[in-house]
C-alpha cells in the first residue's frame, strides 16, 4: 500500500499522528475545518485539502479523528457521496457502538471499506508515537495498514469483527477515568499532608500504586498548570457518558467509574472545561481546602 494518508480531523490527536506521519516520510493530505491548525501543518509538509470529499479523492486511505457523531457520519457522507473508487476508511474516534455501525453502513453501502480502530493514549502519547490501536474490522485490511500504524503508534492489535476495538477502547477509558480522579486524589492527599506535590509526582511511579496515568498527569497536577490538554474535560465528558451508556445497556455496575462522574462534571462547572483532565484535581483540591504554598 503506498504511503500516502488522509486524515479528516487535525485536533490534539488527529494533528499529532499527522506530524508523526509526516516525520516518516509519509504524504499527508489533511482537512479540518479549522483553518489554523491545518496551516500550521501545512508549514510541516501536510497537503490541504479543501473538504473531506476532496481528501478522498486525493487519498486511497483515510483515518478520521472527530469530536462527535454528528461530525463522523458528515465525513461518511461526504466521502460515500464523493464518487471516489473504493477506500479504506479508519474511524478512530471515540463514539457509541451504534454511532460506529452506522459510520460502516453509510461507507459500505458506497463500495469503502470501513475499519474501528479507536486509539488508546493522550495528546502527549501521540506526540511521542506511545499509543495503540485497537483494530477491528476486514482482518485483510488491518495487515495492509501495519506500516501506516508503525509510523506513529507503538502497538496496534487486530481484536476481530467490527465495533471491537470501540468495545476495548471501552474497557480502556473506564479505567482512565478512575486512574485520573484516583492520581489527583493521591496528589490532594500528599499535599494536605504538608509533602512536596513535585516530589509525589516523581516518587510514586517508581512503587506499587503507580500508574500510566499518574505518571502522564501527576506532574500537571504538581505544577497546578492543566495546559495545553492532552484531553480537554469537555470532550471527555462525551467519552464518559459514551461509557456509562454502554455499560448501563450490558447490566454491568461500575461503582468505582460511577464515583467519578460528579468530579469530572465539578471541573467542567467550575471553569475547567477547556482544561486537560487533569485539572479534576483542582476540584479536589478545593473539597480538601489545600492552600498551595
Known amino acids: 500500500m503506498a504511503e500516502c494518508i488522509g486524515i479528516v480531523g487535525l485536533g490534539i490527536m488527529g494533528g499529532a499522528m499527522a506530524r508523526n506521519l509526516l516525520a516518516q516520510g509519509w504524504q499527508v493530505f489533511g482537512y479540518d475545518p479549522d483553518a489554523a491548525v491545518v496551516a500550521d501543518l501545512a508549514a510541516a509538509g501536510l497537503v490541504s485539502c479543501a473538504s473531506a470529499a476532496d481528501l478522498a479523492m486525493q487519498a486511497p486511505v483515510i483515518m478520521t479523528s ?18 471516489a473508487p473504493s477506500r479504506v476508511v479508519i474511524e ?7 454511532d460506529k455501525m452506522a459510520f460502516a453502513g453509510v461507507l459500505q453501502g458506497a463500495g469503502h471499506v470501513p475499519l474501528d480502530c479507536p486509539i488508546s493514549g493522550t495528546g502527549a502519547q501521540a506526540a511521542a508515537r506511545d499509543l495503540v490501536i485497537f483494530a477491528s474490522g476486514d482482518s485483510a485490511a488491518i495487515e495492509a495498514l ?18 471491537n476495538g470501540t468495545k476495548m477502547k471501552f474497557v480502556a477509558n473506564l479505567l482512565v477515568a ?3 480522579v484516583a492520581s489527583a486524589e493521591a496528589m490532594v492527599l500528599g499535599m494536605k499532608a504538608g509533602l512536596d506535590p513535585a516530589q509525589v509526582a516523581a516518587l510514586i511511579p517508581g ?13 500537571m497536577m504538581a505544577r497546578d498548570d492543566y495546559l495545553p490538554a492532552t484531553m480537554k474535560i469537555d470532550i471527555w465528558q462525551k467519552d464518559m457518558d459514551v461509557i456509562g451508556r454502554f455499560a448501563t445497556s450490558l447490566g454491568v455496575p461500575t461503582p468505582t467509574f460511577s464515583a467519578t462522574i460528579p468530579i469530572y462534571a465539578a471541573a ?6 477547556g482544561d486537560d ?17
Open 146 to 163: 501495519r506500516p501506516f500504524y508503525a509510523a506513529f503508534t507503538k502497538a496496534t492489535h487486530n481484536v476481530g469483527a467490527f465495533g
Open 207 to 219: 512503587g506499587a500504586g503507580g500508574s500510566r496515568i499518574f505518571e502522564l498527569r501527576a506532574p
Open 92 to 98: 478512530a474516534s471515540t463514539l457509541a457502538l451504534d
Open 178 to 180: 478512575i486512574h485520573n
Open 66 to 83: 472527530l469530536p462527535s457523531p454528528r461530525a463522523v457520519l458528515a465525513t461518511a457522507r461526504a466521502i460515500a457521496e464523493s464518487g
Open 277 to 293: 483532565t487533569a485539572a479534576v484535581c483542582a476540584v479536589l483540591e478545593r473539597m480538601a481546602a489545600v492552600v498551595r504554598t
Open 268 to 273: 467542567q462547572a467550575q471553569g475547567h472545561g
